[in-house]
């Protein structure tokens, strides 16, 4: 499964704690590193990621061990390949269409 996962920040980060949070979240993207068709962080806090899941589990998972996640709000947004869309758009219209 694709999904574009975003994620901004939602509470600061304590400051003792940001040195491990970021080393965490280093080793993080390393682990997952090959999940990723894109991968970003945003100016000012916050990033996203074009994931490659198995399933549903595995991208729970990917979220969870996040260590910013547990300070951020977290948008998941599946998706399908754009020309896919279009053509299952396509379909569903013409079926509707003939029904008419």
Request: hydrophobic share 45%; proline share 7%; net charge negative.
């Amino acid at each position: 499964m694709q999904a574009l996962v975003t994620a901004s920040p939602r509470f600061q980060v304590p400051p003792d704690q940001l040195p491990s949070i970021v080393d965490g979240a280093i080793e993080w993207y390393e682990r997952y590193r090959d999940k990723f068709t894109a991968f970003g962080t945003f100016p000012g806090g916050g990033g996203f990621g074009v994931v490659e899941a198995a399933d549903e589990a595995e991208l729970n998972r990917m979220i969870i061990e996040m260590p910013f996640s547990w300070f951020s709000d977290v948008e998941v947004r599946p998706f399908v390949d754009g020309g896919e869309g279009f053509q299952q758009l396509k379909q569903a219209v013409d079926a509707m269409t003939a029904i008419a």
